[in-house]
């Protein structure tokens, strides 16, 4: 991926976090984005002390006009971009349908829907306005796939982010814009903080082949292959990425 300027939004921590590192050791010039200012700079110096290139921006994806500034000066400084992963995302609320706030449903999707639509759009006008065959990976999840009790909110963003990439791969698959979503099962992030322990106890015993959670380094490799040359022939693929929970 040298000289492949890549675009990577909710890069401070988890998934986001390792997949900056992995694109940062195969050669790509980052552009990080985070709203947690701490964390996306020294991911930031991380890769840039590891002999990579990498700037990072604060961003809150939920703000359209602060992603459209965002993409004037990448447009202005960097000239192209080639790839995106849009990863920023929250967890949210766990709560029945009944007992949800308004207020949790809206940041839900505020964030986890609008924000990847925001950044979706600012992407491919900037691939199209510079004629850049371009590849992107939308971070969706399993709860986008199937149900989530007490997650609502979480799972019908998530299950609107697999319709949104299905459906954006379609339309510019013949410019030469790939668009493709990965659905991790349960990886090791602080988005399992609010899982309750018995439940997920559960479930890595019964309902995981592996018995065990996914490493946010094991996306991180997903999300790369994606984006490369290697995956030319893929796009509005949703990658479970599970330890074959959905087997």
Not at 21 to 34: H, N
Not at 202 to 226: C, F, H, Q, S, T
């Amino acid at each position: 991926m040298k000289g492949k300027v890549v675009f990577v939004s909710g890069a401070g921590s988890g998934i986001g976090k390792s997949t900056a590192l992995k694109l940062g050791q195969l050669g790509a010039t980052l552009i990080l984005t985070d709203i947690n200012d701490d964390n996306g700079s020294k991911v930031t110096q991380e890769i840039i002390d590891n002999g990579g290139a990498a700037h990072y921006y604060h961003l809150d994806v939920s703000n359209r006009e602060a992603v459209q500034s965002l993409f004037n000066i990448i447009s202005k400084e960097h000239k192209e971009l080639d790839m995106a992963v849009n990863n920023a995302g929250i967890g949210g609320v766990l709560a029945p349908i009944h007992e949800v706030d308004i207020k949790d449903w809206n940041q839900m999707m505020d964030i986890n829907l609008s924000g990847v639509f925001h950044c979706l759009q600012a992407e491919i006008q900037l691939m199209l306005a510079n004629q850049t065959p371009g590849a992107i990976v939308n971070v969706a999840s399993l709860a986008g796939v199937n149900g989530m009790p007490a997650g609502s909110p979480y799972s019908a963003a998530k299950h609107a982010v697999i319709g949104l990439t299905k459906s954006v791969a379609r339309e510019y698959a013949k410019v030469g814009i790939r668009v493709n979503s990965v659905c991790p099962g349960f990886t090791e992030t602080a988005i399992l903080n609010g899982i309750p322990e018995r439940f997920l106890d559960v479930n890595l015993k019964y309902y995981v082949p592996m018995n065990r959670l996914g490493k946010p380094e094991e996306i991180a490799d997903a999300i790369a292959w994606l984006l490369s040359d290697q995956s030319s022939f893929v796009t509005g693929h949703s990658l479970y990425l599970d330890g074959g929970l959905m087997a």
